[in-house]
């Protein structure tokens, strides 16, 4: 029997990370997510979800050294990202370009986790007609990421802000590009194959590219007293409210909750509470109205929304969200490969034929004229 998307069809067993939707949970390694998201650093974090338990002093600070030293991306990948800069492509393209070219060095798991932020503070300086700035191995994951895009070390409340969401995303069931990941992983392949298949299925908007519009709406109203009325207009008009609704949570997103406290205090710390206090009365209004125009859908606010204010809180611009997303992601991708490599079997499915059949072969001089049309299209 067909399942589309292959909704509720159990693909892998897992110890990663436990969503249920109709709780608004998320497990991380047996952690709820906001008992493990705003204390532990992305360090910790990683080797959790790699290991199964949190690391001892000791550990960590093995891995820390670790992943300081393999920060470096080679000369190749330098000049692949001027390139892309220079013909100023999508920041998606260009971190899978530049982890396709990390195989010039390593095909670890350390090594792949450690150059991800790399190559996207790189090209995100290259883009803006910057020279890129050098790692420093005395700083964190998070903390070195933002170094690296503006040349200042950052506060420490920035740091945790970052870190929290790195942490937050991490991992988040078996979602279309973790599940692309753990494909390519379940054909013998190598760590970087499965990461570059993961970022191209992360690219599409349907999975990893809709932050940036949720904070658009937010400028859109600009004046929480003119949220009822732009939003009534939207959902009149037939238009999705971006950052409210997901696809598995039937209530509020809990990666929202934890999001909303760190954005609260990166915007109490920098002194200016005004966009934060306009996004928390768009989201209040936006839940009412949904319930109002959609009842019974149970439309709450998901992820999207304040990873837009917080990444927005951090100074980033919308083309680097998606890419820090997959700073996160990373490391919950290699988790899953290293996890289907532990119990491996091929992925693979099967199909069910709906075309034509016993059809009988023409020669070419007897099959008369059709339009002519674009290679690869039909009309």
Same mark, same amino acid.
């Given at each position: 029997?067909?399942s589309k998307?292959l909704?509720?069809?159990?693909a892998?067993? @897992?110890r990663l990370?436990? $969503?249920?939707?109709e709780?608004g949970e998320?497990i991380?390694a ?6 493990? %998201?705003?204390?532990a650093t992305?360090?910790e ?6 290991h199964?338990?949190?690391?001892t ?10 992943l300081?030293a ?10 692949l ?5 220079r013909?100023?492509l999508d &920041? ?18 350390i090594?792949?986790?450690?150059r991800v932020?790399?190559i ?5 300086? #290259? ?11 005395? #700083?964190?994951?998070? &903390?070195?990421?933002?170094?690296m #895009?503006s *040349? ?18 991490i991992?988040?069931?078996?979602n279309a590009? @973790?599940?692309t990941a753990?494909v390519i992983?379940? @054909? ?11 970022l ?21 109203? *600009?004046d &929480?007293s003119r949220?009822?009325e732009?939003l009534?207009?939207?959902?009149e %008009?037939?238009?999705?409210l971006m950052?409210f609704?997901?696809?598995i ?9 934890v999001?909303?406290? %760190?954005?609260?205090r ?5 002194g ?8 928390? &009365? $768009? ?15 149970r #439309?709450? @606010?998901?992820?999207?929304f304040?990873t837009?204010?917080?990444l927005h ?11 820090t ?7 919950g991708?290699?988790?899953h %490969?290293l ?11 099967q199909?069910e034929?709906v075309?034509p059949?016993y ?5 070419l ?7 002519? $049309?674009?290679? *690869?299209r039909?009309?």
């Amino acid at each position: 029997m067909e399942s589309k998307g292959l909704e509720g069809v159990v693909a892998a067993s @897992t110890r990663l990370s436990h $969503v249920d939707g109709e709780r608004g949970e998320l497990i991380m390694a047996g952690y709820p997510l906001d008992e493990v %998201a705003e204390r532990a650093t992305f360090e910790e974090m990683t080797w959790l979800m790699w290991h199964g338990e949190l690391p001892t002093v000791a550990e960590l600070e093995r891995f820390r050294g670790s992943l300081a030293a393999a920060r470096e991306i080679p000369d190749a990948a330098v000049f692949l990202l001027r390139e892309c800069a220079r013909r100023n492509l999508d &920041a998606m393209d260009a971190l899978r370009m530049g982890v396709d070219a990390v195989s010039l060095v390593t095909g670890d798991d350390i090594g792949i986790v450690a150059r991800v932020p790399t190559i996207v503070a790189t090209y995100a300086r #290259l883009r803006r007609g910057l020279e890129p700035v050098a790692a420093r191995p005395d #700083l964190g994951h998070a &903390a070195n990421f933002l170094y690296m #895009l503006s *040349g200042e070390t950052p506060d420490p409340e920035r740091v945790r802000g970052l870190e929290t969401y790195l942490n937050t995303v991490i991992d988040h069931g078996l979602n279309a590009s @973790t599940f692309t990941a753990r494909v390519i992983t379940s @054909t013998g392949s190598d760590l970087v194959s499965a990461v570059v298949g993961a970022l191209g299925a992360l690219k599409g908007p349907l999975h990893g590219g809709a932050p940036g519009p949720a904070l658009d709406m937010v400028f859109e109203i *600009g004046d &929480a007293s003119r949220a009822e009325e732009i939003l009534r207009r939207k959902l009149e %008009a037939g238009e999705r409210l971006m950052g409210f609704g997901h696809r598995i949570y039937k209530v509020r997103d809990p990666r929202a909750d934890v999001l909303a406290k %760190a954005a609260e205090r990166l915007f109490t710390r920098a002194g200016d509470m005004s966009l934060y206090i306009l996004a928390r &009365a $768009v989201e209040t209004q936006a839940i009412r109205l949904l319930e109002e125009y959609k009842p019974g859908r149970r #439309l709450q @606010t998901n992820v999207e929304f304040y990873t837009a204010l917080l990444l927005h809180g951090l100074g980033f611009d919308t083309a680097l969200f998606t890419p820090t997303f997959a700073i996160g992601r990373v490391s919950g991708w290699i988790a899953h %490969a290293l996890e289907q490599r532990r119990a491996n079997r091929i992925i693979r499915p099967q199909s069910e034929y709906v075309g034509p059949r016993y059809k009988k072969f023409v020669p070419l001089p007897e099959r008369g004229q059709r339009d002519v $049309v674009e290679v *690869g299209r039909r009309t």
